[in-house]
């Protein structure tokens, strides 16, 4: 596609149940990167992919957050039983081999209630 | 530890007159350096970056940044401001001396720039 997709754009959810969120990168970009974006705090690293393996995941903030991507393209970031604290902008971002800059999707605000 | 800091939470600037978003770094190795902006309810867009080379590295939107190493600082500039430049700018460092596995960005909180027309 001509930018990074994510979707949804808005999530609401209740306390303890699990979310889902969707990431298609550029069309071509190896590299993918997941961050959380919160109120007063900056963005916050989460994982990065090259390709379908992770060779840093160590902004995930607790096992109950995962995310896998299959066939080099699409990445999902599974939240298990969602916490008050979860609710942030989550940003994904995607790059060519090679390249250092980024470039971002609009993110997924999710509000856990 | 990789660090940025952004003094400034906002920045206030007249139109036309020049303007200077301030960014300062610390990483162990050679700094990967990076500017992007945040319009209300829309993605991050990169800027511009600085990985090596000239100190004085050029941008979209007619903004630039200099390197300093011996400040440790890499300050956004742009010589005459726009009302639409109005937006949340992040500064972020990478260490490039690292592992090519180790990617992240580390970004400041961000600083506020309003242009006043």
């Known amino acids: 596609g001509a930018g990074v997709s994510q979707s949804p754009s808005n999530k609401v959810t209740e306390k303890g149940k699990d979310v889902e969120l969707r990431c298609d990168p550029i069309s071509g970009h190896t590299a993918l990167y997941w961050y959380r974006q919160s109120l007063g705090q900056g963005l916050e690293f989460l994982i990065y992919f090259q390709g379908n393996s992770a060779p840093d995941k160590s902004g995930l903030p607790s096992d109950r957050f995962s995310a896998e991507r299959t066939g080099g393209s699409v990445s999902t970031l599974t939240i298990q039983r969602t916490q008050q604290e979860d609710s942030a902008v989550y940003l994904c971002?995607?790059?060519?081999?090679?390249?250092?800059?980024?470039?971002f999707g609009q993110g997924t605000r999710l509000t856990v209630v | 530890a990789q660090s940025v800091a952004q003094p400034e939470d906002q920045v206030n600037v007249a139109e036309g007159n020049p303007l200077t978003v301030k960014c300062t770094y610390s990483v162990s190795g050679n700094p990967y350096l990076f500017w992007y902006v945040q319009y209300p309810n829309r993605g991050l867009q990169f800027l511009l970056k600085y990985i090596t080379g000239d100190n004085l590295v050029k941008g979209s939107y007619g903004f630039e940044a200099e390197f300093n190493k011996s400040q440790t600082s890499f300050h956004l500039k742009k010589p005459s401001a726009l009302v639409s430049d109005s937006a949340l700018y992040f500064c972020a460092v990478r260490d490039g001396g690292r592992a090519g596995n180790n990617r992240k960005l580390i970004w400041g909180l961000g600083t506020s720039l309003a242009v006043n027309p």
């Open positions: 971002a995607s790059s060519q081999t090679g390249a250092t800059e980024a470039f």
